[in-house]
């Protein structure tokens, strides 16, 4: 693999450097937020692994879309916490 990057290829934009402005905002955040935040974040992942294992496996369509659900809220969940 060269380091040569694919035009229009911007740092801000790959996961880890959106996952270190998350965390930049949450710095105004007291310790019970950012308590809060990072078990929803744990809760999320969980929920989009098993998500992708319902759509792969598709014995029960009502378990996807429970855990479309559940995603969706985590992540308004999340989206109200920072925005406080």
Excluded: C, F, H
Excluded at 15 to 44: C, F, H, N, T
């Amino acid at each position: 693999m060269s380091n040569v990057r694919e035009p229009g290829y911007d740092r801000a934009a790959t996961p880890a450097a959106l996952g270190d402005s998350i965390r930049e905002a949450s710095v105004s955040l007291d310790k019970k937020q950012k308590k809060q935040l990072e078990l929803l974040r744990k809760k999320l992942g969980t929920a989009k692994q098993q998500l992708a294992g319902a759509k792969k496996q598709l014995d029960d369509p009502r378990e996807v879309a429970r855990l479309e659900a559940e995603v969706r809220a985590l992540e308004e969940q999340i989206g109200k916490i920072q925005g406080q």
